[in-house]
């Protein structure tokens, strides 16, 4: 019968994955400048892919490509579907960094406080 | 005094960046790496070279017509490599239902038109990363 | 610290507390019989060297396997760069209306 901290030491793996998604989220919330809120995106997206590719990993297996050993192979897959996701992730990055400089260009300032301060002035007059 | 030093050793380890990331390009389907990681670690050279010696120097190396020729290409290579399994009666994208013989594993020259895809996939990546940062670095100024 | 930040910092533990609580009851890590390692992953490993001819498996799934949705995905990648370059056009003066 094993206690609820041996369950969690053994799958070390998905507690460090959910740690790092909940320090994400308390980025993006309590922070006010706007490129800080761009990293704490990025943090979360690694937290995900680290927790899915840590779900295919055979302790003491060999690494997916063909040789003579005796040891399973590990599952290919997951590390394959993650491709993907990490060009959509360079892409929205890249976008939003884009978007970022065009603000600036217009109000002078990157704090998301300020702006939505000077928006809400100007529209009421 | 930083500015010496950055651009001695830039001018001799660029060139051997530059060839590793076509080393990991071309033996994607051999050992690990693949066509993405290889194309941006191609792009990782010229970026390198225009942070140090400057944009203008960077744009007399890789004028922006040829990126955009180089980006619009690619993706239009892949499509016409498609094509080829249409032309003989396969399905769209098939490699080996197109009769394409496949050569000995393990060798640079096997797995039919993986390689060919691959090699197209990564110089595209290179082209991209390298458009966004001078798009980036212009829209600044 | 405001009053906000460490409101939002406890119902941020609370959420991790009961995440934590799921990550226990999770498959063991690492372990041979999980159930991500069933019969599809069996097939591709065991088909890869006779269908295609590389012994990568990675590269064998994501450029013959799945050609079609890494096509898709370079297409997302020369978006991308496109609306970056639109939306950073330089400041033009408009055109007075007379």
Known sequence: MTTFLEKLLINYPYVISVILFFIGTLIILTQSNLFKKLLGINVMETATFLMFIAAGNIRGGAVPILSDTNAPYINPLPSALMLTGIVVSISVTAFALALILRLYREYGTVDANEIARLRNGGMEK | ?141 | MKIRHIFVAVVVLLALFGMLLMVAELPPYGSADNPGQNMVAQRYINDALEDTGVPNMVTAVVLDYRAYDTMFETIVLFTAALAVVVALKPAEEEGDDA
């Open chain 2, 1 to 141: 005094m930083r500015d010496f030093i950055l651009k001695r050793m830039i001018a001799v380890i660029l060139a051997f960046i530059f060839v590793y990331g076509f080393y990991v390009i071309l033996h994607g389907h051999i050992s690990p790496g693949g066509s993405f990681a290889g194309g941006i670690i191609v792009s990782l050279s010229f970026i390198a070279f225009a942070t140090v010696y400057g944009i203008d120097k960077g744009k007399e190396k890789l004028p922006e017509k040829f990126l955009v020729w180089v980006e619009s290409y690619g993706t239009l290579w892949y499509g016409l490599m498609g094509l080829v399994g249409i032309c003989k009666g396969a399905p769209f994208l098939a490699n080996k239902l197109a009769g394409i013989d496949l050569g000995v594993p393990g060798t640079l020259s096997s797995g039919g038109l993986i390689g060919l895809i691959g090699f197209g996939v990564g110089i595209r990546v290179a082209s991209t990363m390298i458009t966004l940062f001078y798009t980036l670095m212009e829209g600044d100024a």
